[in-house]
């Protein structure tokens, strides 16, 4: 069975960064679609940042130039790198991934392209 886990996330101040990781077991990120999504309590999730089968990055407009999505390199471990967060990063954020096709460019941060999901990691931005 596909399981994706999270880790990194903790509390920061205004301006600091921190580095989420992703790692999966029996799937690998060689393959398909794979993205960061967040919620926030009383929000609907939103998709941060992805990679499209092409390998093509896609980013939400709140966090470009901010975050960075990235792979490992083992195959099965996904990276987001976030820079300068704000009390508004503040979110459970979570992995997710797919072996179809996911669309391309923002159309990759839709949830309902993705399959498996991760349990989530929070990060919390104090001010």
């Known amino acids: 069975q596909v399981q994706l886990v999270e880790s990194g996330g903790g509390s920061v101040q205004a301006g600091g960064s921190l580095r989420l990781s992703c790692a999966a077991s029996l799937y690998t990120f060689s393959q398909g679609c794979m993205g960061w999504f967040r919620q926030s309590p009383g929000k609907e999730r939103e998709g941060v940042a992805s990679?499209?089968?092409?390998?093509?990055?896609a980013y939400a407009d709140s966090v470009r130039g901010r975050f960075t999505i990235s792979k490992g390199d083992a195959t099965n471990i996904l990276y987001l790198q976030m820079n300068s967060l704000k009390p508004e990063d503040t979110a459970m954020y979570y992995c997710a991934a797919d072996p179809g096709y996911c669309g391309r460019g923002d159309g990759t941060l839709r949830e309902y392209h993705y399959t498996y999901w991760g349990q989530g990691t929070q990060v919390t931005v104090a001010s």
């Open positions: 990679f499209d089968n092409g390998g093509l990055r």
